[in-house]
């Protein structure tokens, strides 16, 4: 194992750590958090924070939160039973593609295990979901020389028919590039060689190249996998196609067989292949998000959510995508109970399904909870992998950002609390839509796209620790905004 788990030092003083907080948060009670805030400045770490008086109440400092905000983070840091529960789900159910059995089993495990876990609330809102089926696929280099190479359908990708189809490729760098060269595409195989730079600016090819390559009158289009680095690692997600213009198969291939026929191109050298791919698609299947809750004390119907997608691609075990954003906030939302600390407000942990292929989840929780959408005071979302956490990028108001970044102070002892203008999340789009603020957890990218949407997202790739931080960072951001006197403006 690459990342063993951390023992256990801290299990005792975890213990004193109830005790303690039981004893603060009474003592809060009592005080309404003003006399005790100034005592608790020295714990922040930092200057002493002063903010507009009101909001954070009577206190006028969010250094009132420390206390909680440590035992938090000291929680999910004395063990690694966030990593073990991704583990668990990961190595249990596997990949949890739309419409698969495995994701309904998943599903079903965790409802039983949140309402083990002693969360409110607890329930599946039922989602249809779309159901590709990725059959048997298959490419052989015919010349220059003969070969099976590696790849990947790419979502909602069309199959070639049982005999396949055998063509020659066009290798192009760049959509402007095939507008050149559109001439020379018709009847060929068109190949986008286009290297990584950043996942928004090079997914275009992955979405749009079938369409693109159709329209020039490619037969089928093959993208270089998205992704900075490559061990012979193909990398599949969703494409699209446009009803006027001809459906055509699309699949990835590896970085190295690209920049393979990238070179055999400018050689002169003729790139001949045979492509076969048996995918298809089903009716759509019954799915559901998955929801669990923290009902708040003062304010009970005003929420705050936190989660991932449950769904993940089809290959791999979806460790990193993105199991490990609904393990963080699920296990967030477990220490808060487990440490006895409720807010004033609802925390709700939300795993959303379907967002791979289809966003199904994220819109029908928009549409299931619409009447209440008002009283979402803020959602969050972590889709990027539970590496390293570094803080949140928020969209909202300026008012808003104000109060989150002082937050974020509250993280500065674990180095994940600086806040970044703009951010969110795939599922929590809809509701951002709707004026609710959104937040997306940051973390260390280095690593993520080299095993995003593969065979080799597995969760080895994680490190317990970097999981437990994770935990902390969306733990201690939902108690506090939950737990502010005042609602987070909007
Ligand atoms: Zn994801």
């Known amino acids: 194992m690459r990342y063993p788990p951390r023992s256990s030092p801290h299990s005792l003083s975890a213990i004193a750590v109830v005790a303690v907080l039981a004893a603060a948060v009474a003592l809060a009670a009592a005080t309404a958090f003003a ?13 002493a924070i002063q903010t507009d008086p009101g909001a954070f109440g009577a206190t006028a400092s969010i250094s009132a939160w420390a206390d909680e905000a440590d035992a938090l983070i000291e929680a999910a840091l004395a063990d690694s039973a966030a990593w073990e529960r991704l583990a668990y789900l990961t190595d249990t159910f596997g990949p949890r593609f739309s419409g698969s059995k495995n994701l309904e089993r998943a599903i079903d495990w965790i409802l039983e295990e949140m309402k083990a876990d002693g969360l409110e609330n607890v329930r599946a809102e039922p989602v249809m979901v779309p159901r590709w089926v990725r059959g048997r696929e298959e490419l052989m280099l015919l010349e220059p020389h003969e070969r099976r190479l590696d790849i990947l359908g790419l979502g909602g990708s069309i199959g070639t028919g049982p005999g396949g189809l055998v063509g020659d490729v066009l290798v192009v760098g760049s959509f402007d590039e095939l507008a050149e060269r559109a001439d020379e595409a018709r009847g060929k195989i068109v190949l986008w060689n286009v290297p990584f730079t950043s996942y928004g600016s090079t997914v275009v090819y992955r979405s749009q190249g079938a369409i693109r390559a159709a329209e020039a009158g490619a037969v089928a289009s093959l993208v270089r996998s998205v992704t ?29 067989d690209a920049m393979m026929m990238q070179r055999m ?67 967030a939302l477990r220490l808060m109970k487990d440490l006895g600390l409720r807010p004033r407000r609802t925390v709700r942990v939300v795993m959303w399904t379907n967002e791979e292929n289809g966003m199904r989840g994220g819109n029908a929780y928009r549409d299931a909870h619409r009447d209440e959408l008002h009283n979402h005071i803020l959602a969050m979302e972590s889709d990027a992998g539970v590496f390293k956490p570094q803080g949140f990028g928020f969209t909202g108001s300026d008012a808003a950002f104000d109060i989150i970044s002082q937050i974020g102070k509250l993280l500065d002892p674990i180095e994940s609390g600086t ?49 437990g931080l994770s935990v902390a960072t969306m733990a201690v951001m939902a108690f506090v905004v939950a737990d502010l006197p005042q609602r987070l403006p909007r």
């Open 35 to 47: 006399p005790a805030a100034a005592a608790r400045q020295a714990d922040v770490g930092g200057p």
């Open 419 to 467: 806040i970044r203008r703009g951010g969110g999340g795939a599922d929590i789009g809809p509701i951002m839509d709707e004026g609710v603020p959104g937040m997306g957890l940051n973390v260390d990218g280095t690593r993520y796209f080299w095993y995003h949407h593969t065979k080799a997202d597995y969760v080895d790739k994680l490190d317990p620790h970097h999981v």
């Open 228 to 256: 900075p680095s490559s061990m012979y690692t193909p990398h599949t997600g969703n494409s699209a196609y446009d009803e006027n213009v001809p459906r055509i198969p699309h699949a990835a291939i590896t970085m190295e």
């Open 265 to 331: 191109q400018d050689r002169g050298q003729t790139i001949r292949i045979r492509l076969q791919m048996e995918d298809y698609w089903l009716p759509d299947a019954e799915s559901a998000n998955v929801v669990g809750e923290l009902v708040g004390t003062e304010f009970p119907d005003e929420v705050v959510v936190l989660g991932g997608h449950i769904d993940s691609w089809d290959v791999g075990t979806g460790a990193m995508d993105d199991a490990g954003g609904c393990v963080a906030a699920w296990e």
